[in-house]
């Protein structure tokens, strides 16, 4: 998945319980982003970073947070307010830091709720 | 607000046909345009592109075509194969902050053998 790794590729998370999804890249691309993909719908932007150290919020970012401590990595956790979180989630990087053009995904997690 | 969305949600073609899947956009400030495929459990692979000052743009066995005056762009796939069968989502890139990618619902293509 051109060097976009995500994992794992299936989390189950159980109520209450805050649970984190893993993206590394070694493409060394500036900017980095998550999108939320439910059945049969397109992409929803939920955070996206383009620099480390520094993030900006999405779409429906509420009841999600991430980091940027490195550039390789951009983790992100479904807290305990994010109340419907079963969905497939996509990390993407792109070479540019200021658009998103031609993004590179990942091969995506799915997350249910027991 | 502005949206990105397609015509058809499932097309079914036979194989070896011309497959047209179709995207319209309402945002006239949208200067960039692209295709992904999305096999099952797999993450979107990028097809195409193409800019708001070209009309038409060609690659292995797939075209864009932006008619900017009725807000349209489209993907035909050549002589379609069965590993063609995917998911098809359209985005633009608008004037929005950040400039980010705005995606369309998608459009799944089914190759009959």
């Known amino acids: 998945d051109g060097g976009i790794t995500q994992s794992p590729k299936y989390l189950f998370r159980k109520e209450g319980q805050n649970v984190t999804l893993s993206c590394e890249q070694n493409l060394n691309h500036d900017a980095m982003y998550w999108y939320r993909q439910d059945p049969g719908q397109g992409l929803r932007l939920i955070y996206y970073s383009q620099i480390v150290n520094d993030f900006q919020k999405g779409d429906i970012a509420e009841g999600y947070s991430v980091s940027r401590e490195k550039k390789e990595s951009f983790p992100l956790t479904v807290t305990s307010a994010q109340k419907n979180p079963t969905a497939f989630y996509l990390c993407?990087?792109?070479?540019?830091?200021?658009?998103?053009?031609?993004?590179?995904f990942g091969s995506g997690t799915q997350l249910s709720v027991l | 607000g502005e949206s990105v969305g397609l015509h058809l949600p499932t097309l079914s073609v036979q194989e070896g046909d011309n497959s047209i899947i179709n995207c319209a956009y309402s945002n006239s400030a949208s200067d960039y345009f692209i295709w992904y495929k999305q096999e099952s459990g797999k993450g979107p692979q990028f097809i195409i592109d193409?800019?708001?000052?070209?009309d038409k743009r060609q690659g292995q066995r797939v075209t864009v075509l932006l008619n900017k005056t009725v807000k349209h762009l489209s993907l035909q796939i050549a002589a379609t194969q069965p590993g063609d069968s995917a998911v098809y989502f359209c985005?633009?890139?608008?004037?929005?902050?950040?400039?980010?990618?705005?995606f369309g619902g998608g459009t799944r293509l089914m190759v009959k053998p």
């Open positions: 993407a990087s792109s070479p540019l830091g200021v658009t998103n053009e031609k993004l590179f």
């Open positions: 985005a633009e890139t608008g004037d929005n902050a950040g400039n980010m990618l705005t």
């Open positions: 193409i800019r708001s000052n070209m």
